[in-house]
């Protein structure tokens, strides 16, 4: 009973604190894959692109949070990037597969995305983007019951709930700059297990404001700062800051967020592929809950802009 109550102590403070801090995980990855908050950077800036992810918490051996991204965008151009013209206007199309895992709860939310690219300039592109998000909630209650397995209220084995919504973005970039503005979750619905209110979880609407900015100092030195403005479920504003120096063969960054919490990244480009680790330190949460690693490798053939 110790042991389970223990458990239960860890589990309770992992989800205040996911609940509180990121929520569902867009945070987790969108410096390494923006194009899960943003439907209009669909192939805005290669022919293809796939990127894997994941993104776990440490605490003690202990791996109580697990998030999972597959990311795949292109033009239908993809065949010819070789001759591949960044000045026309072309489509951009892709999805998002992120999924979710912590304690009894695994969320999978799946996106497509449509976009539209127009070259404004020779060096500025605009984009517009839509996307069809599709949204599945699973609490296996059983995982909470080893103490009285015929509870009625924790034998109702695995349960399961969908939401069906869509979002848009539109974005200005060139390889210098990019400002983007995306809404997601445009209709938020509730996630139903049964007929009692104290069994449901509402989504609500996501706004999110990006700017970036790249300084070249030498052929071989920039610096880029970044920023977003967001919301939360409990807060209409909180935001990301973070600098970028990106050498000739890596890039290094830290970064803050509003939620008190530290992160550091590098990216390793190695000719198509890019590898990105980021570690996240919560400043003001229990050590139980430890620290957030994330892991990515992207695949970007005959990329036009690193």
Same mark, same amino acid.
């Given at each position: 009973?110790?042991?389970?109550?223990?458990?239960?102590?860890?589990?309770?403070?992992?989800?205040?604190?996911?609940?509180?801090?990121?929520?569902?995980?867009?945070?987790?990855?969108?410096?390494?894959?923006?194009?899960?908050?943003?439907?209009?950077?669909?192939?805005?800036?290669?022919?293809?692109?796939?990127?894997?992810?994941?993104?776990?918490?440490?605490?003690?051996?202990?791996?109580?949070?697990?998030?999972?991204?597959?990311?795949?965008?292109?033009?239908?151009?993809?065949?010819?990037?070789? +001759?591949?013209? @960044?000045? /026309?206007? !072309?489509?951009?199309?892709?999805?998002?597969?992120?999924? *979710?895992?912590?304690?009894? &709860?695994?969320?999978?939310?799946?996106?497509?995305?449509?976009?539209?690219?127009?070259?404004?300039?020779?060096?500025?592109?605009?984009?517009?983007?839509?996307?069809?998000?599709?949204?599945?909630?699973?609490?296996?209650?059983?995982?909470?019951?080893?103490?009285?397995?015929?509870?009625?209220?924790?034998?109702?084995?695995?349960?399961?709930?969908?939401?069906?919504?869509?979002?848009?973005?539109?974005?200005?970039?060139?390889?210098?700059?990019?400002?983007?503005?995306?809404?997601? +979750?445009?209709? @938020?619905? /509730?996630? !139903?297990?049964?007929?009692?209110?104290?069994?449901?979880? *509402?989504?609500?609407?996501? &706004?999110?404001?990006?700017?970036?900015?790249?300084?070249?100092?030498?052929?071989?030195?920039?610096?880029?700062?970044?920023?977003?403005?967001?919301?939360?479920?409990?807060?209409?504003?909180?935001?990301?800051?973070?600098?970028?120096?990106?050498?000739?063969?890596?890039?290094?960054?830290?970064?803050?967020?509003?939620?008190?919490?530290?992160?550091?990244?590098?990216?390793?480009?190695?000719?198509?592929?890019?590898?990105?680790?980021?570690?996240?330190?919560?400043?003001?949460?229990?050590?139980?809950?430890?620290?957030?690693?994330?892991?990515?490798?992207?695949?970007?053939?005959?990329?036009?802009?690193?």
């Amino acid at each position: 009973m110790r042991i389970f109550k223990k458990n239960i102590l860890i589990f309770l403070v992992l989800i205040s604190w996911q609940v509180n801090a990121q929520d569902f995980p867009f945070h987790y990855f969108s410096h390494s894959a923006p194009v899960i908050m943003n439907p209009s950077m669909a192939a805005a800036k290669q022919t293809m692109s796939i990127t894997a992810g994941a993104y776990t918490v440490w605490a003690g051996g202990y791996k109580p949070l697990n998030d999972y991204l597959l990311s795949i965008a292109f033009s239908p151009e993809f065949k010819k990037y070789r +001759n591949y013209n @960044p000045n /026309t206007t !072309r489509v951009g199309v892709g999805l998002n597969l992120l999924n *979710e895992q912590i304690g009894p &709860f695994n969320q999978y939310l799946l996106q497509l995305m449509y976009a539209y690219h127009i070259p404004v300039t020779k060096d500025v592109l605009l984009s517009l983007g839509i996307s069809g998000i599709i949204e599945n909630l699973q609490i296996d209650v059983n995982s909470l019951s080893p103490g009285s397995p015929d509870d009625p209220r924790l034998s109702g084995g695995n349960n399961h709930a969908f939401l069906i919504d869509g979002g848009f973005g539109a974005t200005v970039s060139s390889d210098k700059f990019m400002l983007a503005f995306s809404a997601l +979750n445009l209709t @938020p619905g /509730t996630f !139903r297990f049964n007929e009692q209110q104290a069994e449901e979880i *509402e989504s609500y609407r996501r &706004f999110y404001l990006n700017g970036r900015y790249r300084f070249f100092f030498a052929r071989n030195l920039s610096v880029s700062p970044r920023a977003t403005l967001r919301n939360s479920r409990f807060r209409s504003l909180n935001y990301d800051a973070s600098l970028d120096f990106g050498f000739h063969y890596f890039d290094v960054g830290a970064g803050y967020r509003s939620e008190n919490s530290l992160m550091v990244f590098f990216r390793l480009p190695v000719k198509d592929f890019t590898l990105t680790y980021t570690s996240e330190n919560p400043l003001q949460v229990s050590h139980l809950a430890g620290n957030g690693h994330t892991f990515t490798l992207g695949w970007e053939p005959g990329a036009v802009f690193h």
